[in-house]
């Protein structure tokens, strides 16, 4: 059984950082497009970013271009999104994704969501 499972949210001042973990078992992260996307209140979910497997390249929204970063640590089987000068904008619950056939493919697993709230 899959199981991705986010981590490391919070509330946070604007200005501020969070590291978020997204931590998969029952599959290997390295195998797939490794994706972070976000749904504030009475919008729809949009991406952020991801990381594929197969190039190294990422990808960011241009709303969080210059302040988030993606990584993925193979020996851990856990994603990260290192989320610096955060903005009240950027509230939202934060969700990992996977999809095996690669990022321009359907993400198949996903999270239950970490909720990031930031303060103005």
């Known amino acids: 059984q899959v199981r991705l499972v986010e981590s490391g949210g919070g509330l946070v001042q604007a200005g501020g950082s969070l590291r978020l973990s997204c931590a998969a078992s029952?599959?290997?992260?390295?195998?797939?497009?490794v994706g972070w996307f976000r749904q504030a209140p009475g919008k729809e979910r949009e991406g952020v970013s991801w990381?594929?497997?197969?190039?190294?390249?990422?990808y960011y929204a241009d709303s969080v271009k210059g302040r988030f970063t993606i990584s993925r640590d193979d020996s851990t089987n856990t994603a990260y999104l290192e989320m610096n000068t955060l903005k009240p904008e950027d509230t939202a619950v934060y969700y990992c994704a996977a999809a095996h056939r690669g990022c321009r493919a359907r993400f198949e697993y996903w999270g239950q969501g970490t909720q990031v709230t930031v303060s103005s």
């Open positions: 990381i594929s497997s197969k190039t190294g390249n990422t």
């Open positions: 029952g599959y290997t992260l390295s195998y797939a497009c």
